[in-house]
């Protein structure tokens, strides 16, 4: 590989985690806004009515996206033709799905005994057709690694899709507000997307691409599928039973989520195309790899201890004591939320070298474990179930290393080590937040102080152990910003 091609594959590395960076941050940021407004008046009923239809329209997402973005992303050439074939195929998909759904939102009403579902659900499945028109577009930015493009597609599509669901909801729609988010969502990122792409869909159509694709998109949509209700399936247990405790629930959730999409969304936008780029150099996607494995852990244990350590304080001062019910459902998903950025960035690297089926087979056999933990653990209270869920992706995340050693030729020992220093130094800085955390009240000082005590004592650990990740990052900011100054 030519010094040129290395620089500018260094280049796009970088550039990608500094847009990822700015854009998950600036998402983020819009994110907790908007969800404290919405917290704050909506109801958890109101919030567990909406999260029931918003996980069908998830999984039919899925089904019109079918694997294609990451499909395109694998092949080493793509043209018009490929991405114009995907561009008709997921519009012709994502009408279908709506007449079905359309057709069968009074059985998902009377399932769940909410008849107020079955309008809510029917507008909001209008945001599959306005989401079928940007995955092409949102392909050619992926595959293009024009991940600064991608990255404002998705933060003006929040921040939009905020605005209107804040508003409705200041007016009196509850739940619509919700719902009318998220069809604005996908109106907006579809746009941004079609704005900034170079592909124009033509009326040439000709399918032969998608049967081309097909064997690894069609392991990719199984897939996506069967994590989509992995992911949700305690929504859909809990929203039988009661639309409350669904809500509380789906607080929780959204907040852990919150915390660890930073870190995965940061390097989810280019990790699978870049690595697929350097997939014939070996010992390169190696040190990459690693590079990238160290920042993840390095930025997800602490950011998800600390979550866990500031629960109950995080809540109340945000979406007031309404929500307190979520507070220990919230500290035990900290732990899954704090795997899931490893997780997702052990899938992405498998999909770089064509393992769909391999990743195909982990998401399924998780789901059916899943399952049966749920099946042992079901009743009235649902921390039960939320614990083994969360202890089970922890372990699971060990499973998936298996394979990721294998492939990458790096010892599972080395990839557990880097794993484990981090873990463990955020444990230790946990631990002794929470014990200083007895000696302080006040939901404003506890914050401060706990935030202050686990800053520190993690930085400290690390710069002592002297971690790679922080002695880079402190010599980046010394020669950007303290060698400016004295030369000045």
């Known amino acids: 590989m030519s010094s ?18 700015i854009s998950n941050g600036a998402q983020q940021l819009l994110a907790v806004f908007f969800g404290i407004y919405l917290g704050r008046i909506l109801t958890p009923h109101d919030y567990g009515l909406v999260s029931l239809i918003i ?41 279908t799905l709506y007449i079905l759904l359309f057709a069968i939102s009074p059985l998902i009403g009377r399932f769940y005994n909410q008849p107020e579902l079955v309008p809510a659900a029917r507008v909001l499945f209008i945001g599959l057709i306005f989401g ?10 992926f595959k293009t690694l024009k991940v600064k493009e991608r990255s404002l597609a998705t933060a003006l599509g929040t921040l939009c899709s905020g605005v209107v669901g804040i508003s409705l909801v200041y ?6 507000g919700i719902v009318f988010q998220t069809i604005t969502y996908s ?33 990719i949509l199984l897939t996506r599928v069967v994590e989509i ?93 309404k929500w307190l019910p979520a507070v220990p459902i919230l500290k035990i998903l900290c732990i899954n939320a704090a795997f899931l950025p490893i997780i997702n960035f052990y899938s992405n690297f ?41 202890l089970f992706t922890m372990f699971w995340t060990f499973i998936w290393q298996l394979s990721v050693a294998a492939y990458s030729k790096i010892k599972y020992a080395e990839l557990s080590l880097i794993i484990t220093k981090y873990l463990i130094t955020a444990l230790l800085a946990g631990a002794l937040t929470y014990f200083i955390g007895n000696f302080v009240e006040g939901n404003w000082v506890s914050l401060i102080v706990k935030t202050l005590v686990f800053g520190i004592t993690y930085i400290s650990i690390l710069y002592v152990a002297k971690s790679e990740v922080l002695l880079e990052i402190i010599h980046y900011l010394k020669n950007k910003y303290v060698s400016k100054h004295t030369d000045n």
């Open 229 to 321: 209700l992995n992911n949700n399936i305690l929504t859909l247990i809990l929203g039988k039973n009661s639309t409350t405790s669904t809500g509380n629930y789906t607080q929780a959730n959204g907040w852990s989520i919150k915390a660890q999409g930073v870190i995965a969304n940061m390097s989810h936008g280019f990790a699978q195309p870049m690595l697929s780029t350097i997939a014939d150099d070996e010992d390169r996607q190696k040190r990459i790899f690693t590079k990238l494995l160290n920042f993840i852990c390095f930025a997800a244990f602490p950011t998800l201890a600390l979550l866990n350590c500031v629960a109950e304080e995080f809540i109340l001062i945000t979406v007031k004591e």
């Open 187 to 219: 109106f907006t990122f579809s746009l941004i997307c079609f704005l900034y792409s170079d592909f124009r869909p033509t009326l040439q159509i000709n399918f032969a691409p998608i049967k081309e694709l097909w064997g690894f998109s069609s392991k």
């Open 132 to 141: 079928s028109l940007g995955i092409s577009h949102s392909a050619y930015l």
């Open 55 to 95: 996980v069908f329209a998830t999984v039919c997402s899925s089904i019109q996206e079918a694997g294609f973005i990451n499909a395109l992303a694998n092949r080493k050439e793509v043209d018009h033709r490929d991405y114009n074939a995907v561009f008709w195929m997921s519009l012709m998909i994502s009408i």
């Open 171 to 176: 007016l009196g729609y509850a739940y619509w």
């Open 4 to 21: 040129n091609s290395s620089d500018s594959l260094k280049s796009k590395a970088v550039k990608g985690i500094l847009w990822g960076s």
């Open 350 to 390: 498998l999909l770089s070298k064509g393992k769909s089926d391999l990743y195909m087979r982990y998401i399924i056999s998780f789901g059916v474990i899943q399952l049966i933990i749920i099946y042992f653990l079901h009743g009235d209270d649902v921390l039960p179930m939320v614990w083994g869920i969360s």
